[in-house]
Nanobody, 123 residues
């Protein structure tokens, strides 16, 4: 069982940047795939991107491609979501999620979830 805690959310201006962190406890990320999701007010939860912990391979949804970057730090057992060129439509609660690593499941399916961190993009 892995427990996930997101941090780093806050209020930023359009065009600004923010880095979110997802720290794991109870287990290491070394045997997991980790994903990021977001949920805006009145909207369904949306897949943002994912990282293969061991290889660092990443995949992003089209709406954030080129602006967001997922990375990981093995020593800190932490996954990051670097968000640049933020837009008001990026406003949402952001969640990290994890699942046991396999390559025979869709990239948007996860089993363990954090509590979320609020990101607000507004002038």
């Amino acid at each position: 069982q892995v427990q996930l805690v997101e941090s780093g959310g806050g209020l930023v201006q359009p065009g600004g940047s923010l880095r979110l962190s997802c720290a794991a406890s109870g287990s290491t990320f070394s045997v997991y795939r980790v994903g990021w999701f977001r949920q805006a007010p009145g909207k369904e939860r949306e897949f943002v991107g994912t990282i293969n912990w061991n290889s660092g391979w990443t995949y992003y949804t089209d709406s954030v491609k080129g602006r967001f970057t997922i990375s990981r730090d093995n020593a800190k057992n932490t996954v990051y979501l670097q968000m640049n060129s933020l837009k008001p439509e990026d406003t949402a609660v952001y969640y990290c999620a994890a699942r046991k690593f396999t390559r025979d499941r869709p990239l948007y399916e996860y089993d363990y979830w954090g509590q979320g961190t609020q990101v607000t993009v507004s002038s």
